[in-house]
């Protein structure tokens, strides 16, 4: 994690240097404040909203205010003002901040629907696991296990990426979601990166060979 500074001319940004101009701006938020005030903001819009009582709708959007006010009553530093920062400056794509509603694009543990994103239409998508997962996922398909929807990455790389955050040894599943999408299965687009979808049957899955 790093520290959130300020660019005045392109805004808030990640790490020493904004990567546009180079400017050395003020630190904003320190990267300790950053992990936790991410940590609690995604912990609400993906897992626990009702334990705030914060409504949230079936495409996860909740109210930004509402939001804001349950982060400052459990950090006292934190306001709307550094949430937007966080927002902003966020380079994975976690949350959506649209007029006065917020929403994490992905990670999702509770039961939304996701109905107004756009469908991706990636020819393959990319799983990456384990060996002993990956053989396992050829024969039953790939479903969601305490998540709402399966994750699955554009890229080989992000999905290498994924992996090795479980194995050193990571295997890359490539789903061929082409035929998949003829089938009437359905593929969100969450950002860049990462598509979400219900169940991926055991047909449409092979072993990247390398
Ligand atoms: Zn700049």
């Known amino acids: 994690m790093e520290d959130i500074r300020f660019c005045p001319e392109h805004g808030y940004y990640r790490g020493v240097k904004c990567e546009i101009c180079n400017f050395k701006g003020e630190v904003i938020l320190d ?3 950053v992990e936790k005030l991410g940590r609690f903001v995604s912990g609400v819009l993906r897992h626990f909203p009702q334990k705030f009582n914060l409504e949230m709708d079936e495409n996860g959007w909740v109210d930004f205010e509402e939001l804001s006010k349950i982060v400052s009553r459990k950090y006292r530093w934190a306001n709307k003002w550094l949430i937007k920062a966080m927002i902003y400056s966020d380079k994975k794509g976690r949350y959506e901040l649209i007029d006065n509603k917020i929403r994490a694009r992905y990670g999702h543990s509770v039961d939304v629907k996701l109905r107004d994103y ?3 239409d990636n020819d393959l998508l990319y799983y990456g696991t384990s060996e002993e997962e990956a053989h396992r996922l050829l024969e039953i398909g790939i479903k969601p296990v305490n998540q709402r929807f399966v994750h699955l990455s554009t890229t080989i790389e992000k999905g290498i990426e994924v992996a090795m955050l479980r194995t ?3 295997i890359i599943l490539v789903i061929d979601a082409k ?8 593929f969100l687009k969450a950002n860049e990166f990462i598509v979400l979808s219900e169940e991926i049957p055991p047909e449409f899955i092979k072993m990247l060979e390398v």
């Open 31 to 33: 990267k300790e404040k």
């Open 179 to 186: 035929k998949a999408r003829e089938k009437g299965i359905k």
């Open 168 to 170: 050193d040894d990571p």
């Open 118 to 120: 756009e469908l991706a």
